[in-house]
Nanobody, 120 residues
Framework: VQLQASGGGVVQTGGSLRLSCAAS????????MGWYRQAQGKERELVAR???????NYADSVKGRFTISKDNAKNTFHLQMNSLRPEDTAVYYC???????????????WGQGTLVTVSS
């Protein structure tokens, strides 16, 4: 199983970016997909997550600014980030909570990070 993240970059305060993550490989089912971030000197934190049911949850710091969405047919999910702030600067990681076979265990798979830099 591989998760490939893309879409990071440099943007000014108030700008927008869209991150994407594509999951590939031997995937039987996906329970949830999410984005985490880690700023320099800080612990990794959950930013947003979307469940197979379509329900979502967000960190308080990004509510109303970020939107997570998924494309089930393509095993791809996105994070639309608007009204970006310097404190959103971090390496963003995608992760998929999924199973690789029927009745198999669920594991959290990680993609590589993508750097988001918000300049003031």
């Amino acid at each position: 199983v591989q998760l490939q993240a893309s879409g990071g970059g440099v943007v000014q305060t108030g700008g927008s970016l869209r991150l994407s993550c594509a999951a590939s490989g031997s995937i039987f089912s996906i329970n949830s997909m999410g984005w985490y971030r880690q700023a320099q000197g800080k612990e990794r934190e959950l930013v947003a997550r979307v469940f197979s049911s379509g329900s979502t949850n967000y960190a308080d710091s990004v509510k109303g600014r970020f939107t997570i969405s998924k494309d089930n047919a393509k095993n791809t999910f996105h994070l639309q980030m608007n009204s970006l702030r310097p404190e959103d600067t971090a390496v963003y990681y995608c992760a998929g909570d999924l199973t690789t076979r029927y009745n198999g265990p669920t594991y959290l798979y990680w993609g590589q990070g993508t750097l988001v830099t918000v300049s003031s």
